[in-house]
């Protein structure tokens, strides 16, 4: 696959990117290179090969949809500068 001018552009425009005129040859070439890249690893052979991440047998282990403070206030608040019982203290902000 490669990209032209206008692809680029484009692309820049999509994503909210201003690009100059001069700079679109460049980026034209850097994109064209990725998507080389991209064509190289899919022609990779990988039957056999188990997914390190993401799929498969894993799964995210399930907690109670809880709302608690933590359990750690002291852990927390050990290295606080300032802390007035359980909260942290901080300076007067209106007066």
């Known amino acids: 696959m490669s990209l ?11 994503a909210r990117l201003h690009v100059e005129e001069a700079d679109v040859v460049r980026l034209q070439g850097e994109l064209n290179g990725i998507l080389g890249w991209i064509e190289q690893l899919q022609e990779v052979d990988v ?3 188990e997914p390190m991440a993401g799929g498969g047998a894993s799964a995210l282990r399930w907690r109670a949809d809880a709302v ?6 002291e852990k927390v608040l050990a290295n606080a500068p300032d802390r007035e019982g359980e909260y942290f203290g901080v300076p007067k902000v209106v007066e």
């Open 47 to 49: 039957t056999g090969v």
């Open 68 to 73: 608690t403070d933590g359990g750690m206030a």
């Open 4 to 14: 032209d001018q206008a692809t680029v552009r484009r692309v820049a425009a999509l």
